[in-house]
């Protein structure tokens, strides 16, 4: 092969190199660094994902609040009495079960019945 070929491919592969690597600072530079709640959400996102179908997951996820979310990056043995505990087990009840409601209240459900009597109860 003559020398003149072998250098304009060499040319060539150079101009390709010096363009990936141009392409590849472009975006490293331009991209915002991710958000620390989205990434928190996304590290028990795919955590759930080995127990629960992908949308139950994105349910669970997306009805639990930032503290909640960030008690479950930290451990995933969380005390029975934490506040954590009880919205996690809420909201994968009412996801299991395909219930929409992002609710996570633990307070007594309260209806009102014939004569406008209130019943208070859990």
């Known amino acids: 092969m003559p020398a003149s070929a072998e250098r304009r491919r060499g040319a060539r592969a150079r101009a390709l190199l ?3 690597l141009i392409a590849v ?19 028990v996102r795919d955590r759930l994902e080995a ?7 994105e ?4 009805a639990l609040d930032d503290a909640a979310v960030r008690a479950l990056v930290r451990t995933s043995d969380l005390a029975a009495d934490d506040e954590a505990f009880r919205q996690y087990s809420n909201v994968v ?6 219930t ?3 609710s996570t209240s633990t307070a ?11 019943t208070t109860g859990g």
């Open 108 to 118: 007594p459900a309260t209806t009102t019945t014939g004569d406008d009597a209130t």
């Open 25 to 43: 600072v472009a975006v490293s530079c331009s991209s915002e660094p991710p958000d620390p709640a989205e990434v928190r959400r996304q590290q």
């Open 18 to 20: 010096g363009a990936a």
């Open 100 to 102: 929409t409601s992002t």
């Open 59 to 62: 349910c669970i996820v997306d």
């Open 93 to 98: 009840l009412l996801c299991a079960r395909g």
């Open 51 to 57: 127990t629960f179908s992908d949308a139950q997951a």
